[in-house]
């Protein structure tokens, strides 16, 4: 499969615990993304990296939410002593730009509960 | 900020029937696409369209993009079960920004 792959699909964490998620992208996109999503809602940014440069954190991000790209592959988004608010799905796109246009691929997602 | 407002949110219609779904803003953007999303998994793109005024048709979908690249609309013709989902826009702004979308229109198609 040569789409963009999150891992873990599922993630159910106790208030207060850490998470960390990985995805990775097509290989020959040089651009990722990271969006939240909750129940009803459209996919709200967070950051976007192109290659290892973290291009934009959204301001909505709080300093418990940091997200790495080394080498400009995988990515992980890690949150820190998660709080109920947290819970969402996390997806990942890879993108390739097409002249004018910016084309997203998104992962499956992975879907955090936290109790 | 650049925003995007889908309408309506909510859509229930029978089988067969047409719909047009809107996607409006009061900001310009170089581009502006449309996704499907199912359940449980993240959105797929349709379409993208770049000039003020393009059509483009995708077998039953017809997509427009505004004059004043503002806004957008996508119809269907012939609904089908099939089509049932939430179907996302998204814009980008000038200077390839990144993307946003829009809060969704879940679409519920009953046979």
């Known amino acids: 499969d040569t789409g963009v792959s999150q891992d873990p699909r599922h993630k159910i964490t106790k208030r207060g615990q850490n998470v960390t998620f990985r995805c990775d992208p097509i290989?020959?996109?040089?651009?990722l993304y990271w969006y939240r999503q909750t129940l009803g809602q459209g996919p709200e940014f967070l950051t976007y990296?192109?290659?290892?440069?973290?291009?934009?954190k959204s301001r909505l991000l709080s300093d418990r939410f940091s997200a790495e790209r080394p080498k400009g592959s995988f990515s992980t988004l890690e949150i820190q002593r998660t709080e109920q608010g947290d819970s969402a799905m996390y997806l990942c796109?890879?993108?390739?730009?097409?002249?004018?246009?910016?084309?997203?691929?998104f992962g499956s997602g992975t879907q955090l509960s936290v109790l | 900020t650049q925003l995007l407002e889908q309408s309506p949110q909510f859509l229930s219609i029978q089988e067969g029937e047409n719909l047009t779904v809107y996607c409006n803003s009061s900001?310009?953007?170089?581009?502006l696409q449309w996704y499907r999303q199912e359940p449980g998994e993240g959105p797929v793109l349709l379409v993208t369209v770049v000039t003020g005024g393009e059509v483009k048709k995708l077998k039953r979908l017809t997509f427009q993009f505004g004059d004043a690249r503002k806004d957008s609309s996508l119809h269907i013709t012939a609904a089908q079960p099939g089509d049932t989902g939430l179907y996302l826009c998204a814009g980008e702004g000038a200077g390839a920004q990144k993307l946003v979308f829009g809060q969704g229109t879940r679409l519920t198609i009953n046979p």
């Open positions: 990296f192109q290659n290892e440069a973290q291009l934009e």
């Open positions: 290989s020959e996109h040089n651009r």
């Open positions: 796109a890879s993108a390739e730009r097409q002249g004018v246009v910016e084309k997203l691929f």
């Open positions: 900001s310009v953007f170089s581009s």
